[in-house]
């Protein structure tokens, strides 16, 4: 789709083919085609068609409001999750020192949108012509563009110092494709630096796989995970007026709001777990080490990013069997939503052989496989199996002060 395209799409004409598109989405792709073709031509109809296939697609993303916006398919694949979004919007607005925001790099506007229904003021850039398009008619289309300001402009050119934040998500993508190298960035990781070194206070949306080193010192760097799966991190930095230290709930008590980004010899760390809106701030909480108990603790994928194990086992009461390894064990069932808790039945030194046997006496037939610092192949290893059984278990590959061990559990949900 190009923008004379797009653009057509936007006049009642336009309109027309979506709405007739939006019925046929899922159907035979040569009958929709057809269908369409009776009334329209060939560009407008594969406009109609591909933005009636993306907002299907956008619903996992957005809910409701994917029935009314626009995208592309960059777009789209880099777009904030709503959930997300919107967090990250309530704790900028929440913030102490005015709500003009500067978005660049705003891609279809996920985030400008999240940050306006916050009650931010928002001049959103973006470099590509088509994707200002898309953006602007989502501000529109949701009624936010009293807030919004959409325009065409390279991101280096902004001056942020005229804005209480900077936000930016630099795209990561490549002609390659997905890159997670800062410095294959668009912009590239030095510009953005330059760009947070002159802004009175500036959130960075990363992919949560960034590399400590690239991390500035002065700045708090928030993990993000959704229903369990990271998602992505957010680095808050004031470098122009420096920054209060935040004072947020270590326990999950829920959302922290009003807290600004904090400062020290190196990154304050936390994690952020959505829906639910707990965080959990790093307090440089060490686990003991000892031996497998009755119960092993799966830490959340974003406690584990922001190196906050040891948080999440003292608030467990345990420890860990292998002092560089993520898995946490004890000997009481404690409910938290910072890791998912497994009954462990028994602990084996890995051996395919002695796996089997052992499986085929507890007759389980069914099993789900997780590992950690294991060089095991788990789709090898399920068919070497060779399950029969009607019970299920959960096998988790793992080191035990580094012998490979595996251990047979069961899940053991919050009572």
């Not at 029969?388 to 061990?405: H, Y």
């Amino acid at each position: 789709m190009d923008l004379d395209a797009f653009t057509e799409l936007l006049t009642p004409r336009g309109q027309r083919a979506l709405a007739e598109a939006v019925e046929v989405v899922g159907a035979d792709p040569v009958a929709a085609a057809t269908r369409l073709r009776r009334s329209y031509d060939a560009g407008l109809t594969s406009a109609a068609l591909t933005q009636a296939a993306l907002r299907e697609r956008a619903k996992a993303k957005f809910g409701a409001d994917a029935a009314l916006m626009y995208f592309t398919p960059h777009g789209l694949e880099q777009a904030t999750r709503a959930e997300a979004g919107a967090h990250r919007a309530r704790r900028l607005a929440g913030t102490a020192g005015g709500t003009r925001v500067v978005d660049v790099c705003c891609g279809i506007g996920g985030d400008f949108l999240a940050l306006a229904r916050a009650g931010c003021v928002v001049d959103a850039v973006d470099l590509d012509p088509l994707t200002v398009a898309v953006a602007r008619a989502n501000a529109e289309a949701l009624g936010l563009a009293d807030r919004v300001t959409v325009r065409q402009a390279d991101a280096a050119t902004v001056s942020p110092e005229d804005y209480d934040w900077l936000f930016a998500d630099p795209a990561r993508r490549t002609s390659r494709g997905r890159t997670f190298d800062p410095m294959a960035y668009s912009p590239p990781w030095p510009v953005v630096l330059d760009l947070v070194a002159r802004a009175r206070r500036a959130c960075l949306k990363v992919a949560p796989g960034i590399p400590y080193e690239f991390i500035p010192g002065e700045a708090e760097a928030e993990w993000v995970s959704y229903k369990g799966e990271v998602k992505e991190a957010a680095l808050w930095t004031s470098p122009a007026e420096g920054a209060a230290r935040a004072e947020g709930p270590t326990r999950g008590e829920g959302p922290t709001r009003g807290e600004g980004p904090t400062r020290g010899e190196g990154p304050t760390r936390r994690a952020t777990l959505l829906p639910g809106g707990e965080t959990l701030v790093a307090r440089g909480a060490e686990a003991p080490t000892g031996p497998v108990g009755r119960f092993v603790y799966e830490p959340d994928g974003a406690a584990i990013r922001a190196h906050l194990v040891g948080e999440v086992a003292e608030m467990v009461g345990g420890r860990l069997p292998d002092p560089m390894i993520a898995y946490i064990t004890g000997d009481e069932p404690f409910d938290t939503p910072w890791a998912a808790r497994y009954a462990v039945e028994e602990v084996l030194p890995f051996s395919l052989k002695r796996l089997r046997a052992t499986l085929r006496e507890r007759q389980v037939g069914n099993v789900v496989i997780k590992k950690r610092a294991s060089a095991v192949d788990i789709e090898r290893l399920r068919n070497d199996l060779r399950l029969s059984g009607d019970k299920s278990a959960v096998i988790i590959l793992t080191r035990i002060m580094d012998k490979p061990s595996a251990l047979i559990c069961h899940p053991s949900p919050p009572a």
